[in-house]
């Protein structure tokens, strides 16, 4: 897998013909060597502490309900505590085609302030949407975050896949929580009979 | 009359009554001390109220906190007044107080709290203003649009006079529309002109306040109605169409009067204003209006007239004659033709059949402003048309700008942007809109191929409302990336050159 040039980025980005969409179009200086940076969208979701006392991860729509939906119109800011995790998409919408993949990386003048803004950032060949960013302050002081600041990049590679499969976030605008309930595997697993009583594990 | 005057208090003490100066004061103090921290709980959370409701916020707070000093003021005044008189004085002006807290109570704490931005499609916000301003043109200074929405299964729209100076706004956020006195040779929209070279006065300031229903927050197709039909009513009323119209339609019944009262004929004022509005929507934004009246109302008795609002048939017919004069049914286009014919049907008869009231004892009052006015449908559009020409989507504009927009929403790809040439430009938020009702009405199965669904075997109940989410959100993103394109950027580069230059 191998990046792709900023030349290349330009050209198949101004080329009205080619799958590969970013919208709003990114300004020339966003487009680096093999990325383009992103900026972070209006839309916040920040995990507020409850009663609840866990998550349990075959049940993760339940994590709706411990989270607080937050807009932050433009000019105006969020503030995010040490340790707090919040969701958050960007504002550019992202249409790659079947020959290109990314990966989302924090960019680093935010991380070293303590602000990572990724995990699980792979964005597959054909995604559609706006990303969703993890982002958690792992910093000793709050963080305030304004949209529209250019707070992580999307590094993209080639790629070659004939799977269309689209993405489970497909078409999101907004960050999203975890849609794990539509994968069957998931709950399958917390069903696994127990083992034999005369395992070879048990201690002599 | 004899009274006793030993009381709990000691002999000779007279009890406080209810009709007591301080006990109304100590009353109004407790209401003003209430609704006023009912607003700071509100201001607390000031970051989540879109621009316009802020605005809305900080001016209630403080004019309440000046009518409430006025008041402090006056009362000192009235100390030197005799028992009577002082207690009549306190009473009116405790009373103008206590109305404008409740007036705050009743419309202005609930826009503040359907305002929030978790209650509203805020990406609409900057759409709705721009809208607001174009429609009011020169005729008024907008001085806040505040977008709530509320359990009411409708969308309204009030103008109000609105100056920070005095509270007198507030009452008005809670009156309905009164019938207006006109005299029919005034033309509103004509200037004076007294050769005078004074400067003409600053325009009035108004504040709209427009809602949806709050269970469709994001079904930003259906919104079209705001963009379009009440948007159509500022429209209606800056260029005074209805007014005037139902004015000339009436004269002939005012027997010589010199200014003829609509509060004679309230149906007719009412029904000519939803008929104008129908009429300025689908000249600001084709289609897209009528489309989303039909899905509004689709499940909704559609031949039923009230005494406020024609049936819904009836402005669907009259919206298709305003269509048919753009140029609408001339376009060769299948798709829209298909959606045209659909309605035509739906809506056959709909301007001859008889009036089915929705109060029975209203049937009289309706058919005789019917009867008046049924012949002058088509005056009233050619009025219509007089105020737009020039700005009017016609068909030209709708053809050659929501192809391109049609095709990417279809794809799944929001259209909030374009190249003309080597320039991106905004797309338009009419184009938008009415690229986004042709998805829904014609390309759905495309969309939904999109998110997965498989559109040759079909798609089911769930794969049309999951599709119809996406196509709102595509259609919220559109408007937020026009915006971006057109505002933040423009500040951003704005800002450079001050930065480069400095």
Known sequence: MASVPRKRIQERLRDPNDPFVITPFPRDAAIGKGSVDLRIGTYFLTAHRSSVPNIDANEPTQTASLFDEERVQPGHRTVIHPGQFVLAATLEYICLPQDLCGIIESRSSFGRMGLVSATAAWVGPGFKGCPTLEIVNLGELPLTVAPYVEACQLVLLEASEDDKRPSRYQCSVRPSFARLKKDPYVSMWSQVPEGDDTSDTEPN | ?502
């Open chain 2, 1 to 502: 009359m004899s009274t006793s005057n030993d009381t709990a208090d000691g002999p000779g003490k007279v009890p406080p009554s209810l009709n007591d100066a301080a006990q109304l004061l100590r009353v109004l103090d407790e209401h003003f001390a209430q609704v006023e921290t009912a607003l700071d709980r509100v201001a607390q959370d000031r970051r989540t109220l879109p621009r316009g409701a802020r605005d809305l916020l900080d001016a209630t707070r403080l004019g309440l906190k000046r009518e409430h000093s006025d008041l402090q003021a006056k009362l000192s005044e009235f100390d030197g007044f005799p028992a009577n008189r002082r207690l009549a004085r306190i009473v009116k002006k405790c009373g103008d107080l206590d109305a404008i807290l409740r007036a705050i109570t009743q419309s202005v704490l609930p826009v503040l709290e359907g305002a929030r931005a978790h209650r509203i499609p805020v990406e609409l916000e900057s759409v709705l203003l721009s809208g607001v301003r174009k429609s009011a043109g020169d005729r008024w200074d907008i001085a806040a649009v505040v977008l709530y929405t509320d359990y009411d299964f409708n969308y309204k729209i009030r103008l109000v006079d609105f100056s920070e100076a005095s509270l007198n706004w507030v009452p008005s956020l809670d009156e309905r529309e009164r019938h207006a006195v006109v005299t029919p040779s005034t033309s509103a929209s004509e200037e004076p002109s007294d050769g005078s070279e004074e400067a003409a006065p600053p325009p009035p300031t108004k504040l709209v306040v427009l809602s949806a229903p709050s269970t469709h927050r994001d079904s930003v197709l259906l919104h079209s109605i705001m963009l379009g039909h009440e948007l159509g009513h500022i429209r209606d009323w800056r260029h005074q169409v209805s007014q005037q119209f139902a004015a000339e339609i009436v004269a002939p019944e005012a027997k010589g009067e010199e200014e003829v009262s609509l509060g004679n004929w309230p149906v007719l004022g009412s029904w000519l204003r939803e008929f104008s509005a129908d009429a300025f929507a689908v000249h600001a934004i084709g289609p897209a209006a009528l489309f989303a009246l039909v899905t509004l109302e689709l499940a909704h008795p559609q031949r039923v007239d009230s005494t406020s609002h024609p049936g819904t048939d009836r402005r669907i017919a009259n919206m298709l004659h305003v269509l048919s004069e753009l140029g609408y049914r001339d376009t060769d286009r299948d798709d829209l033709d298909h959606q045209l014919n659909a309605l035509d049907e739906m809506s056959d008869g709909a301007l001859e059949r008889s009036i089915r009231p929705r109060a029975a004892n209203a049937r009289g009052l309706i058919e005789e402003s019917w009867e008046l006015m049924r012949g002058h449908l088509e005056g009233l559009r050619e009025r219509v048309k007089g105020c737009q020409a020039g700005t009017a989507f016609g068909p030209d504009r709708w053809l050659s700008e929501i192809d391109p927009a049609v095709g990417s929403l279809a794809a799944g790809v929001p259209f909030g942007e374009f190249w003309n040439g080597e320039d991106l430009v905004e797309a338009s938020n009419r184009a938008i809109l009415n690229a986004a009702w042709m998805v829904r009405l014609t390309r759905l199965p495309d969309l939904a191929s999109v998110l997965g669904y498989d559109s040759e075997v079909g798609i089911d109940k769930e794969a049309v409302a999951h599709s119809l989410r996406v196509l709102d959100d595509l259609v919220l993103k559109s408007f937020e990336i026009a915006r971006f394109r057109e505002q933040v950027l423009e500040w951003h580069r704005s800002q450079e050159n001050e930065f480069k230059s400095g």
